[in-house]
């Protein structure tokens, strides 16, 4: 199970860090990533971080995003600083096993407006 947190209304240049607490150890979980879905869209790929340390971003978000984890919390976080009101979106943290198959958490809403 992974439940997303940390969305909220920002301004544009404004910062915010969400967080997907996960219910069984990170450690376990091959790759975890964030995605987005703004009204309208498809839902795309943000970051992912693999279970070796290996990060990959959008290039929409390079330079202004950063994915982390905690493994003693066993949580991911998504630090976005620089926030556009393209980023508006839900966010959804997904977690991939070793043997092929997903969780996605509930996801949290992102609105960047002035």
């Known amino acids: 199970q992974l439940v997303e947190s940390g969305g909220s209304l920002v301004q544009p240049g404004g910062s915010l860090r969400l967080s997907c607490a996960a219910s069984k150890s990170i450690l376990s979980i091959n790759i975890m990533g964030w995605y987005r879905q703004a009204p309208g869209k498809q839902r795309e790929l943000v970051a992912q971080l693999t279970r070796s340390g290996m990060t990959t971003y959008a290039d929409s978000v390079k330079g202004r995003f950063t994915i982390s984890r905690d493994n003693t919390k066993n949580t991911l976080y998504l630090q976005m600083n620089s926030l556009k009101p393209e980023d508006t979106a839900v966010y959804y943290c997904?977690?991939?096993?070793?043997?092929?198959?997903?969780?996605w958490g509930q996801g949290t809403l992102v609105t960047v407006s002035s």
């Open positions: 997904k977690a991939t096993y070793f043997l092929g198959s997903s969780d």
